[in-house]
């Protein structure tokens, strides 16, 4: 059985790599030249723990190859994924533009019978609306069938969350067609659930949707803390011990970013409101994430006695550590609150580059920590790279022109940044 991915980008190039891991011919299909050529030469667009050596591995093995050709692609192989994107539309709703893209020439170039899965996170209906749009754009009637198998990887750990999933969703009205899809994961050892296509769209949203519900929770627990002097990081410790919680996605921070949580909140209120449904508690989350890097950037300003004209290190730009992605990064909202404040920014991040946008005389970024600290008046952490757990703290205190340490991730000890001669400020943790 060969396998056609169609879209290179993050959740593309993760699925096919793991298809060819488990022994599967893969052929990865993009329109973009540019990538494909680089993909060919083993070279990927982002960064991926890991994922450049088993590229490397598989373009060797002959597992994987990669075309631009839709055509060639949909010809030779009877199973096609979709993993385009479904970025947020103006209005908030995922814009499916390339999902009918794709479903037009899987119809235009279809010669046999295939099966096809949606990876792509899509509004509940969407694999309805891919038959339409397949049968629409077919100048023969061959036969096919729809799956919906969505993605729960997270960035920066996207090998780990493939080969080991806490769940595989598979949702067909198609018994021969959940039957192949499944076979393809039988050396994953992870539990199934099979279901109909709607409710495993349904089950992404809900799982992200929750996912930033817990975050905005503490998030806004943490607020309530701060000004009790109680430490939230040992309350959701506790918290995470009753099995019912559990301890995951409970740290405070300065909120949730990325290419999933934002846009797909966004995504799930829009359709409730297509359907006159008041999904008030999801529409606090999404606010929650959105005032929480003003809320504490306004204590820590009050701690500065104002940030005009003090210079702020900022630890990690990308939206969570071992990734570039900045999208939705909280770091980036930072930044600009601070140029409008008009602080002198010195920024820092191990692979993450901060956009020409932000770039001018005052905000620089440097590439080692030691020197962005250089006659910092407070550094802010944004992203918890283990690089800045295990930097030389002692050290770095003795570049800084004020030792003020605003923790955005309650990543370090405060009781030793204390000890270090630090004035210590985590979230929700005086
Ligand atoms: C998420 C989902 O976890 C994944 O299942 C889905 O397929 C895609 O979206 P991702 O966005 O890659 O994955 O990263 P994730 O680890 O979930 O973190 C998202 C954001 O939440 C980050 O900004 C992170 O810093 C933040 N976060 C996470 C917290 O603030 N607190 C937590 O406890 C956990």
């Known amino acids: 059985m060969n396998i056609l991915i169609m879209g290179m980008g993050y959740v593309g190039v993760t699925t096919g790599l793991l298809f060819a891991e488990l022994g599967w011919q893969v052929t990865g299909l993009d329109t973009d030249t540019i990538k494909i050529q680089a993909l060919s030469e083993g070279k990927l667009s982002f960064y991926e723990p890991g994922l450049d050596l088993l590229l490397k591995k598989h373009i060797e093995s002959g597992n994987i190859n990669f075309i631009s050709s839709p055509e060639k692609g949909i010809r030779e192989n009877a199973i096609i994924f979709i993993c385009v994107g479904t970025p947020s539309d103006k209005d908030g709703s995922a814009d499916l533009q390339a999902v009918r893209g794709v479903a037009q020439s899987i119809g235009s170039f279809m010669n046999e019978y295939k099966i096809i899965t949606v990876k792509s996170t899509v509004p509940i209906d969407t694999n309805r609306k891919l038959v339409q749009w397949v049968q629409e754009s077919q100048s023969y009637p ?24 806490d769940r595989i969703v598979i949702g067909s009205t198609s018994e021969h067609a959940s039957t192949v899809i499944q076979s393809l994961y039988d050396q994953i050892k992870a539990p199934l659930f099979v279901t109909t296509p709607r409710t495993a769209e349904m089950i992404k949203y809900a799982s992200n949707a929750f996912l930033a519900t817990k975050i905005s929770y503490v998030n806004e627990l943490s607020r309530l803390c701060e000004t009790l002097g109680v430490n939230i990081s040992d309350v959701t410790t506790g918290m995470g011990m009753d099995q019912r919680i559990g301890p995951q996605f409970l740290k405070a921070g300065i909120g949730y970013g990325g290419s999933c949580f934002p846009k797909d909140s966004m995504a799930l209120l829009y359709t409730a409101k297509e359907n006159q449904i008041d999904l008030s508690i999801l529409d606090k989350v999404v606010a929650v994430n959105n005032s929480q890097t003003t809320h504490f950037l306004n204590l820590w300003e009050q701690q500065l006695c104002g940030f005009r004209d003090k210079t702020i290190g900022i630890l990690g730009i990308s939206f969570k550590p071992n990734t570039d992605d900045l999208r939705e990064a909280p770091a980036l909202a930072i930044i600009q609150q601070l140029i409008d404040k008009q602080a002198n920014i010195r920024v820092h991040d191990p692979i993450a580059k901060l956009p020409e946008h932000l770039r001018s005389a005052s905000v620089q970024q440097f590439d080692a920590i030691e020197i962005t600290l250089q006659q910092c008046d407070a550094v802010i952490l944004c992203s918890e790279w283990k690089d800045y757990r295990e930097a030389n703290w002692q050290q770095l205190r003795t570049v800084m022109n004020k030792q003020v340490i605003f923790d955005g991730r309650n990543m370090l000890d405060g009781k030793e940044m204390t000890k270090l001669g630090y004035s210590y400020f985590g979230i929700g943790n005086r």
């Open 142 to 165: 061959h036969p096919f069938d729809v799956v919906s198998n969505p993605e729960f990887l997270r960035e920066g750990s996207a090998l780990y969350d493939s080969f080991h999933p």
